[in-house]
């Protein structure tokens, strides 16, 4: 199994920038897929990222398409999540998530979760 944790999040205003990180430890982040997830107060949880192990595909969504850059460093074990051009919309809790079979949008078929972290964007 693996097991993720994602250190950091924060506030910003908008326009501003952050970028999360999710550290995984007992396996390997290039045995995975990874994706992020994120959910609001009141919402249901909304697909935000994702890529396969071989990192050829990498799957936005439309709300966050030129602004936000999903990305691994093997050697770190790590997944990131590069937020530019932060909105007040992208307030919200974001998870981290690990499959080993590619699953794109679908959250109900990734097997590990982290905790999340707030990202708070106001003015």
């Known amino acids: 199994q693996v097991q993720l944790a994602e250190p950091g999040g924060g506030s910003v205003q908008p326009g501003g920038s952050l970028r999360l990180s999710c550290a995984a430890s007992?396996?390997?982040?290039?045995?995975?897929?990874m994706a992020w997830f994120r959910q609001a107060p009141g919402q249901e949880r909304e697909f935000v990222a994702a890529?396969?192990?071989?990192?050829?595909?990498?799957l936005y969504a439309d709300s966050v398409k030129g602004r936000f850059t999903i990305s691994r460093d093997n050697a770190k074990n790590t997944v990131y999540l590069q937020m530019n051009i932060l909105k007040p919309e992208d307030t919200a809790v974001y998870y981290c998530?690990?499959?080993?079979?590619?699953?794109?949008?679908?959250?109900?078929?990734?097997?590990?979760w982290g905790q999340g972290t707030q990202v708070t964007v106001s003015s």
């Open positions: 890529m396969r192990r071989s990192d050829d595909i990498l």
């Open positions: 998530a690990a499959t080993p079979v590619y699953s794109g949008r679908d959250y109900i078929r990734y097997n590990y």
């Open positions: 007992g396996r390997t982040v290039s045995n995975y897929a």
